[in-house]
Nanobody, 123 residues
Framework: QVQLVESGGGLVQAGGSLRLSCTSS????????MGWFRQTPGKEREFVAA????????DYADSVKGRFTISRDNAKNTGYLRMNSVKPEDTAVYYC????????????????WGRGTQVTISS
């Protein structure tokens, strides 16, 4: 089992940028692929991006491709989501998740989740 904690959320103006972090503890972080999902009230949890065990492969939702960048630093047991050119529709609670299979863009494919961090984009 791993424990995941997101940080870096907050309020940012449309067109700006921010970086989310996902720190892990417990089982070795490099044993897991990592994904980022987001969710707004009344909507299903939405896939954002994923990265394989060592960062050689990445996957992005079409809605964020070209704007967001997922990365990881296994030596620091930390994953990241860089968000550039943010839009109001990016407003959501963002969740970090860890899984065992690649590729994986479905929430059910991830067994471990953080509690989320709120990202709010103002117009």
């Amino acid at each position: 089992q791993v424990q995941l904690v997101e940080s870096g959320g907050g309020l940012v103006q449309a067109g700006g940028s921010l970086r989310l972090s996902c720190t892990s503890s417990g089982r070795t972080f490099s044993s897991y692929v990592m994904g980022w999902f987001r969710q707004t009230p009344g909507k299903e949890r939405e896939f954002v991006a994923a990265i394989d065990w060592n960062g050689d492969s990445t996957d992005y939702a079409d809605s964020v491709k070209g704007r967001f960048t997922i990365s990881r630093d296994n030596a620091k047991n930390t994953g990241y989501l860089r968000m550039n050119s943010v839009k109001p529709e990016d407003t959501a609670v963002y969740y970090c998740a860890a899984g065992l299979a690649w590729p994986q863009s479905l929430a059910v494919g991830y067994g471990y989740w953080g509690r989320g961090t709120q990202v709010t984009i103002s117009s």
